[in-house]
């Protein structure tokens, strides 16, 4: 069983900055790609940043692209989002996917993913 646990969300002021963990477990787990997805009240969820296990290529939605970084630590099964200058439009409960199946990924489709966490909090204030 390969669980999924996100930390490092909260309440920042318009401009800050955040940076959230998402720790994968479950014997001999290794990921294909690892992404974070968001949902906002009253929204649908959407991709934000997706990372490729594998060669480290990362993939950004326009949205957060400039501001938002994703990075990975292989030998922890660990995935990064550093988000810098904040917005109000950024608040959503931020969550983190994992695929174990490799090949033919379409990395911003959530359906793509096999594993989810349970979602983190970001409350970006004016």
């Known amino acids: 069983q390969v669980q999924l646990v996100e930390s490092g969300g909260g309440l920042v002021q318009d401009g800050g900055s955040l940076r959230l963990s998402c720790a994968a477990s479950?014997?001999?787990?290794?990921?294909?790609?690892m992404g974070w997805f968001r949902q906002a009240p009253g929204k649908e969820r959407e991709f934000v940043a997706g990372?490729?296990?594998?060669?480290?290529?990362?993939y950004y939605a326009d949205s957060v692209k400039g501001r938002s970084t994703i990075s990975r630590v292989n030998a922890e099964n660990t995935v990064y989002l550093q988000m810098n200058s904040l917005k109000p439009e950024d608040t959503a409960v931020y969550y983190c996917?994992?695929?174990?199946?490799?090949?033919?990924?379409?990395?911003?489709?959530?359906?793509?993913?096999?594993?989810w966490g349970q979602g983190t909090q970001v409350t970006v204030s004016s």
């Open positions: 996917a994992a695929r174990a199946r490799y090949g033919g990924i379409r990395i911003q489709q959530g359906d793509d993913y096999d594993y």
């Open positions: 479950g014997r001999a787990f290794s990921p294909a790609a």
């Open positions: 990372i490729i296990w594998s060669t480290g290529s990362t």
